[in-house]
């Protein structure tokens, strides 16, 4: 459910807890328990999953009602809880039927309401947490925390099931001289440029994540070394060709010193060895003039 969604869902679920006050206090009367219920019920419901100023009016609004209500029973303009009031006739007794029949629905197609705006809500707040939980705040990307439990998920499945895996670690070049002379939101922008411009080459099935600082981490499943350093490849012109523009300065051109290490489907690698070599590669780049891939070469 969308935001939107969620928002006309709860503004409408407020409205009907609100008129089923209302309808309890003039079928029960306003001074009963079941009215009393209701009230506090929505309340403390409504407290649970809305917003407390939408809240606040609707139980204002219900009050005032109550009030007006109570007015006029006192006035003898109105009955005192007709759906409670003694039967001595048949046309009563059809008029009690159909207004307990009509309360009878209005309390459950209340609950249902509750029940669901409850679930919804909280599927919804359960979603948004744990995707917080597993992204970085700054560019949106996997943090490292994530990016390393699915690397080891993926290397710890059975052989008969598990696929070839390829890591892929860069490092923005030159990144300090960025926030000395642009400041830090600036280099802020910058990561989230960079993010944006690897995951628009990435794969639908590649994960991409900040790893730390200004390097970032590309998980490509059932992709071979030589598949990985394309993709490298690709991201490195990427960068290289698309300037982060500033306003009132020159654009700036970033670039990125790529490291590139795999494991076969039949290899035992842990998660902590792969992403080693994929670092000792990427420092391969930048001892060799950075904006560039280094495959690691690993020892026969």
Avoid at 88 to 96: E, G, M, S, T
Wanted: net charge neutral; charged share 15%; glycine share 6%.
């Amino acid at each position: 459910m969308s935001d939107a969604q969620e928002n006309r869902f709860a503004s409408f679920t407020i409205l009907f807890f609100g008129l089923s006050g209302i309808v309890s206090l003039l079928l029960v009367g306003p001074f009963n328990l079941v009215t009393g219920i209701v009230l506090t019920g929505c309340v403390l419901i409504g407290l649970l999953l809305f917003p407390a100023p939408q809240i606040t009016l609707v139980f204002a609004l219900s009050m005032g009602a109550i009030l007006a209500y109570a007015i006029a029973i006192s006035l003898d303009s109105t009955l005192y809880r007709p759906l409670l009031s003694p039967v001595d006739y048949q046309p009563a007794q059809v008029w009690y039927d159909l207004m307990t029949i009509i309360a009878a629905g209005l309390i459950i197609i209340k609950d249902a309401f509750t029940v669901a705006a409850l679930t919804s809500t909280w599927r919804h707040r359960e979603a948004s947490t744990f995707d917080r939980s597993i992204r970085d705040p700054l560019t949106g990307v996997a943090n490292r925390g994530h990016l390393l439990q699915t690397l080891t998920h993926q290397l710890a499945m059975p052989t008969r099931a598990r696929k070839g895996l390829a890591v892929v670690l860069m490092d923005v070049d030159f990144f300090k001289q960025i926030n000395d002379r642009y400041g830090h939101a600036t280099g802020d922008q910058a990561l989230i440029h960079v993010a944006e411009t690897l995951q628009d080459n990435l794969r639908n099935n590649d994960l991409l994540g900040r790893y730390g600082g200004e390097e970032f981490l590309m998980l490509l499943p059932g992709a071979t070394l030589s598949q990985a350093h394309n993709v490298a490849e690709r991201c490195a012109q990427a960068l290289r060709h698309n300037a982060m523009a500033i306003p009132g300065s020159p654009a700036i051109k970033l670039t990125a010193s790529f490291g590139v290490s795999s494991a076969s489907a039949q290899s035992a690698m842990d998660a902590h060895t792969l992403i080693e070599e994929a670092d000792r590669a990427m420092y391969t780049a930048k001892h060799q003039g950075r904006d560039r891939v280094v495959v690691y070469s690993r020892p026969q």
